[in-house]
């Protein structure tokens, strides 16, 4: 199955985000969600942006540095979640994310915070598709493997919410059968000094990345 480039308007109703940023960002050594862009935002302004292309329900999990990280991002989402167990792990961040979704909801994209050169327009694909199709998983194709971004519908939500550890819903996308989507920018995340130098790099000389996510 292909996503394709649906021109109308995107059904703002029954869909959120879940943006994951509850890890103690130990190989970095301090808080990632606070690194400077060169536009002057953080990481974490970059990935509500991001998010804001799916939908306007953007909810954020912390976790290791709440809530200083969210009172020195510029931007704020519909909900700040603290996990308490964010320590054990993806799992955990994602169950606290879900559990606070109401009835309403058909489906939730899940992003991570250390993904600032995501393409937009991949993006806006995946949110056109998973309104077109909401009982269909979708997911960011990494080499033939399921990751994030990710559009997980509500009829997989109870499989999500039993994982366990430090382990995400990739495996579980990739059984059920979720479609792959090619989205450039997934391998460039920040988990080391060496990483956030190479990709603030690229931010600065690509500018036209922060302007694509304001359009």
């Not at 799916?54 to 909900?79: E, K, M, N």
């Not at 054990?88 to 909801?105: C, D, F, K, R």
């Not at 998983?137 to 493997?145: K, N, Q, S």
């Amino acid at each position: 199955m292909l996503i394709r480039r649906f021109s109308s308007h995107p059904d703002e109703s029954g869909f959120a985000v879940i943006v994951l940023a509850a890890g103690a960002s130990t190989r970095l050594g301090r808080p990632k969600a606070l690194l400077k862009l060169p536009d002057g935002g953080t990481l974490l302004d970059q990935a509500l942006r991001q998010a804001r292309l799916l939908s306007r329900d953007v909810r954020v999990v912390t976790g290791a540095w709440y809530p200083l990280i969210r009172f020195r991002c510029h931007l704020q989402p519909s909900v700040w979640l603290p996990c308490e167990q964010w320590a054990q792990g993806l799992s955990a961040s994602l169950a606290t994310g879900i559990e606070s979704l109401g009835p309403q909801v058909k489906g939730t994209f899940v992003l991570v915070a250390d993904q600032p050169l995501l393409d937009p327009e991949a993006l806006r694909a995946m949110g056109q598709a998973a309104r077109q199709v909401p009982g269909q998983p979708m997911a960011a194709d990494y080499g033939g493997r399921a990751g994030v971004p990710a559009y997980l519908p509500r009829w997989l939500w109870p499989e999500v919410m039993v994982l366990e550890g430090d382990r995400g819903a990739g495996r579980l996308l990739t059984e059920v059968g979720a479609t792959l989507v090619p989205v450039e920018g997934i391998h460039d995340d920040v988990d080391t000094p060496s990483d956030w130098r190479r990709i603030r790099a690229r931010f600065s000389q690509t500018n036209r990345t922060a302007r694509q996510y304001r359009r």
